[in-house]
């Protein structure tokens, strides 16, 4: 007998300061994150995880950023 598994999935978009953007880079190339750099020159990312590692990626960014991050579950 097949059990079906579904596992949910988050889409999260990030904006992070200029002044980290060069140190986070590297943590959303990781997670496979698509990357969008603005005129004042944050950066804006938009990655598709797992449910279970959302407060995985959202520790690794706010490790780095200090809480400055700005982000939204889409």
């Known amino acids: 007998m097949i059990i079906p598994i579904k596992f949910e999935r988050k889409k999260v978009q990030v ?3 200029s002044k ?3 140190q986070c880079y590297h943590v959303l190339k990781t997670y496979h994150a698509t ?3 603005m005129n004042n020159g944050n ?3 938009t990655v598709e995880l ?3 590692i959302v407060d995985e ?3 690794r960014l ?3 950023c200090h ?3 700005e982000s939204i579950i889409l």
Do not use: D, R, T
């Open 35 to 37: 990357e969008e750099w």
């Open 67 to 69: 809480g400055e991050v």
């Open 20 to 22: 980290y953007a060069g």
């Open 62 to 64: 706010n490790s780095i």
């Open 43 to 45: 950066l804006k990312g």
């Open 50 to 52: 797992p449910a279970g």
């Open 15 to 17: 904006v992070i300061p």
């Open 57 to 59: 990626f959202f520790g």
